[in-house]
């Protein structure tokens, strides 16, 4: 086996020549396509939630507690797994994710029990935060003036996974069964296993720190880093608005006057591709005028949208239109937001990364359930109106908090020492 890897080593497609670690335009469009596919695989049960507990012979409560594992999974791979791609050669740890995520998606194929059931969604979510880290390493290895166009590339594939993954798993479970369509999905995570260890170049760990030691410090990357502060508490609040308004409208149209069936609801994700296409006009943007600008033009625009959601719920074509904007400015300042936090250290992001998504994807949960539970107790206008708010306090975060270098550039903690272990910073390989 060794004298065949001498002679036969496996070389990453499109790789540069050896003096450049940089990935070129295909490495970053196929990283985008995995994240999608990684991202996606957390969604294709719920449209499909009758059907499976008719199949495991369980309530519909029983089967969405256990969809929940999901999500509960998904926060734990964030804190746990994103920092990984930092600590070992990515392209290892991530193809051990998506395998990770085949075999757990042809377990949920051939589960019996709905309680089997929460804990393979809860592997399966865990896995799934392989998109986070191929964000991590996509600025890691991008070139500097290009990072943020590459960002906005891979968020893409991130955001095309959040929508598609409901509707082709609905699509799939309507055609083939949801086992068989579970089936297809890790047929196609094993494929993107083996791809990620041929395409992704072959770089080793940027953290000099062991994993336990960086994971504890994790939560003291607050206190040293402003930028983090206040990208996490921005990106916060806007995550919180934007799930709000989902979990709220799809309650608002399943209530009369509308009374839209699931199917008729989930149609209106289809706006989401509008947000998803700014993200690249968003990464480019960011590489150009930086950071701030772009986030707050996002927020402006989001904001708007939000506020004419209140009372454009009986217009269908209004309704679609405000909520393109909206999923286009959000997703634009998330671009640009994350590209500061992956800016910190650009040798090693994930940790950074890691920190960011776990307070942002709390957000998120908190503005699901608020939401839902507010469109039916205040209504939808009201509930319109307060994410408005909410996304006009980021932006008033945003003004009244010093331009950093770190939302052009990437800064350390303190000049000419590394921020992953205090030593001075080897200067970056052109």
Same mark, same amino acid.
């Given at each position: 086996?060794?004298?065949?890897?001498?002679?036969?080593?496996?070389?990453?497609?499109?790789?540069?020549?050896?003096?450049?670690?940089?990935?070129?335009?295909?490495? $970053?469009?196929?990283?985008?396509?995995?994240?999608?596919?990684?991202?996606?695989?957390?969604?294709?049960?719920?449209?499909? #939630?009758?059907? +499976? /507990?008719?199949?495991?012979?369980?309530?519909?409560?029983?089967?969405?507690?256990?969809?929940?594992?999901?999500?509960?999974?998904?926060?734990?791979?964030?804190?746990?797994?994103?920092?990984?791609?930092?600590?070992?050669?990515?392209?290892? %740890?991530?193809?051990?994710? *998506?395998?990770?995520?085949?075999?757990?998606?042809?377990?949920?194929?051939?589960? =019996?029990? &709905?309680?089997?059931?929460?804990? &393979?969604?809860?592997?399966?979510?865990?896995?799934? !935060?392989? =998109?986070?880290?191929? !964000? !991590?390493?996509?600025?890691?290895?991008?070139?500097?003036?290009?990072?943020?166009?590459?960002?906005?590339?891979?968020?893409?594939?991130?955001?095309?996974?959040?929508?598609?993954?409901?509707?082709?798993? /609905?699509?799939?479970?309507?055609?083939?069964?949801?086992?068989?369509?579970?089936? &297809?999905?890790?047929?196609?995570?094993?494929?993107?296993?083996?791809? %990620?260890?041929?395409?992704?170049?072959? +770089?080793?760990?940027?953290?000099?720190?062991?994993?336990?030691?960086?994971?504890?410090?994790?939560?003291?990357?607050?206190?040293?880093?402003?930028?983090?502060?206040?990208?996490?508490?921005?990106?916060?609040?806007?995550? *919180?608005?934007?799930?709000?308004?989902?979990?709220?409208?799809?309650?608002?149209?399943?209530?009369?006057?509308?009374?839209?069936?699931?199917?008729? #609801?989930?149609?209106?994700?289809?706006?989401?591709?509008?947000?998803?296409?700014?993200?690249?006009?968003?990464?480019?943007?960011?590489?150009?005028?930086?950071?701030?600008?772009?986030?707050?033009?996002?927020?402006?625009? @989001?904001?708007?949208?939000?506020? +004419?959601?209140? $009372?454009?719920?009986?217009?269908? +074509?209004?309704?679609?239109?405000?909520?393109?904007?909206?999923?286009?400015?959000? *997703?634009?300042?998330?671009?640009?937001?994350?590209?500061? $936090?992956?800016?910190?250290?650009?040798?090693?992001?994930?940790?950074?990364?890691?920190?960011?998504?776990? %307070?942002?994807?709390?957000?998120?949960?908190?503005?699901?359930? *608020?939401?839902?539970? @507010?469109?039916?107790?205040?209504?939808?206008?009201?509930?319109?109106? %307060?994410?408005?708010?909410?996304?006009?306090?980021? =932006?008033?975060?945003?003004?009244?908090?010093?331009?950093?270098?770190?939302?052009?550039?990437?800064?350390?903690?303190?000049?000419?020492?590394?921020?992953?272990? /205090?030593?001075?910073?080897?200067?970056?390989?052109?």
């Amino acid at each position: 086996m060794a004298v065949f890897r001498q002679r036969f080593p496996l070389r990453p497609f499109y790789a540069r020549p050896v003096h450049s670690d940089h990935i070129r335009g295909p490495v $970053v469009w196929f990283i985008s396509l995995a994240a999608a596919l990684g991202t996606a695989a957390i969604y294709p049960l719920q449209p499909a #939630i009758a059907e +499976v /507990g008719g199949a495991l012979g369980t309530s519909l409560g029983s089967v969405g507690v256990a969809l929940a594992c999901g999500p509960v999974g998904y926060l734990c791979g964030l804190a746990l797994l994103v920092p990984l791609v930092d600590q070992f050669p990515p392209r290892y %740890v991530l193809s051990a994710q *998506f395998g990770a995520l085949a075999v757990a998606l042809g377990l949920n194929a051939m589960v =019996g029990q &709905v309680w089997l059931l929460g804990l &393979v969604l809860g592997v399966l979510g865990a896995c799934s !935060s392989a =998109g986070a880290g191929l !964000s !991590s390493v996509t600025a890691r290895l991008a070139s500097p003036d290009r990072r943020a166009t590459a960002l906005g590339i891979v968020t893409a594939g991130i955001s095309a996974g959040i929508l598609a993954g409901r509707i082709v798993g /609905g699509w799939l479970s309507d055609l083939l069964g949801w086992r068989a369509m579970l089936g &297809v999905l890790a047929a196609g995570c094993a494929v993107v296993a083996v791809a %990620v260890l041929l395409v992704l170049p072959s +770089v080793s760990g940027g953290n000099n720190r062991g994993y336990l030691a960086t994971l504890r410090t994790i939560p003291g990357l607050y206190l040293r880093y402003p930028v983090l502060r206040l990208a996490a508490v921005r990106g916060t609040l806007w995550f *919180f608005a934007f799930c709000a308004v989902w979990s709220g409208i799809a309650v608002a149209l399943s209530r009369p006057p509308f009374s839209y069936t699931a199917e008729q #609801i989930g149609l209106y994700a289809f706006a989401g591709i509008l947000g998803m296409l700014a993200t690249r006009i968003a990464g480019a943007w960011t590489d150009r005028v930086g950071a701030r600008r772009v986030v707050l033009c996002g927020l402006g625009l @989001a904001g708007v949208s939000s506020a +004419v959601l209140a $009372v454009a719920l009986p217009s269908t +074509v209004s309704t679609l239109i405000c909520l393109a904007l909206f999923d286009a400015g959000l *997703f634009a300042a998330q671009v640009a937001n994350q590209s500061t $936090v992956l800016a910190i250290e650009p040798g090693a992001p994930a940790r950074f990364n890691s920190a960011y998504m776990v %307070v942002y994807f709390a957000g998120g949960s908190l503005g699901t359930a *608020f939401g839902a539970t @507010a469109a039916e107790r205040i209504g939808w206008p009201l509930t319109a109106l %307060v994410t408005a708010a909410v996304l006009v306090a980021a =932006g008033v975060v945003t003004l009244l908090a010093r331009e950093s270098p770190a939302e052009s550039t990437a800064v350390a903690p303190d000049e000419g020492r590394s921020a992953c272990d /205090g030593t001075p910073a080897a200067p970056r390989r052109r």
